[in-house]
């Protein structure tokens, strides 16, 4: 979990670094990033469900897949490694997403996914780790580190909701290349993880994304 003043002291320093950044934070109030402790796997889990899904779709076929596998509150290498394939497929779920599930609860059953290691990784260190997955992108690693680690300053490239947000609170709308995007957010370090949090509420919360 993050500290509230260390949220606080994020907040600041973006108002301080970019106003019209500042004007989303006063209508969207404090960042809940870090708010609440997440499970790593269940992040992970979320994260490959909502692939390239508005968040509307992916919150419909996770609670089928929830439902279906006996996830209560949250998943765990269990409930997919009892799951057939097949079912898992019913809830929603492409070929692809519902092998990586499955693969993802064996990493996790086998120790080859271990969550104490990935803690003490550097940001790039912990997405090449990820990477090596199946099924988990640069994009999916990002989102883990920034939901499940509380690593403040990320901001994924690989994100359309967030390069939407970027446009039109600093070009109009019109699109930035990377290396324009990456400027723009430089100013931002080391807090860029709670500027994309304030860029995706510009977005009304359905914004799709891939890896």
Known sequence: MIKAATMRAAEAHLRAVDPR??????R??????????????HVLCSSIIGQQLSIKAADTIQARVAALTGA????SPDH?????????????????????????AEAKANGQLDFARLRKLDDESAIEMLDALPG???WTAEMFLIFAL?????FSLGDVGLRNG???????????????SLAQ????APYRSVGSWYLWRILDGDIATAD
């Open 21 to 26: 950044l500042a004007r989303v934070i006063d």
């Open 28 to 41: 969207h109030g404090p960042c809940t990033i870090g708010s609440k402790r997440r499970d790593p796997f």
């Open 72 to 75: 209560a509150r949250q998943f």
């Open 80 to 104: 997919f490694l009892a799951a057939e394939h097949d079912a898992l497929r019913s809830c929603g779920l492409s070929n692809a997403k519902a092998k990586w599930l499955r693969a993802l």
């Open 136 to 138: 988990i992108g640069r």
């Open 150 to 154: 509380d690593r403040l300053d990320i």
């Open 166 to 180: 970027l446009n039109r609170l600093h070009n109009g709308g019109a699109k930035l290349d990377d290396a324009a």
């Open 185 to 188: 957010v430089a100013c931002w």
